[in-house]
């Protein structure tokens, strides 16, 4: 299987009804959430982090840190 194959495909009118305004812009439009409003800048619970596009594991919350640029990392 490529590459291309493995890519999730919908249209700008799905992803909008999948996502919120906020993920669309992110995800979707190359945006960024201003440093420091996120919503998991404070948030230190235990698990995955997946992504809110196509549910893919991005990270383990144990490897999370303060970068000190406003975005977790």
């Known amino acids: 299987m490529s590459a291309d194959?493995?890519?999730v495909r919908k249209s700008a009118?799905?992803?909008q009804e999948q996502l919120t305004p906020e993920q669309?812009?992110?995800l979707?439009?190359?945006g960024t959430e201003r440093p420091g409003t996120g919503p998991h800048l404070n948030n230190?619970?235990?698990?995955?982090?997946?992504c809110a596009g196509c549910g893919q594991?991005?990270?383990l919350s144990d490897t999370k840190?303060?970068?000190?640029?406003?975005w977790p990392s």
Do not use: T
């Not at 230190?44 to 997946?50: L, S």
């Not at 840190?65 to 406003?70: L, P, S, T, V």
């Open 57 to 59: 594991p991005l990270f």
């Open 5 to 7: 194959d493995s890519k």
């Open 13 to 15: 009118a799905e992803w």
């Open 44 to 50: 230190y619970e235990h698990g995955r982090y997946d």
């Open 65 to 70: 840190f303060d970068a000190g640029c406003g």
């Open 24 to 26: 669309f812009y992110v």
């Open 28 to 30: 979707r439009q190359s």
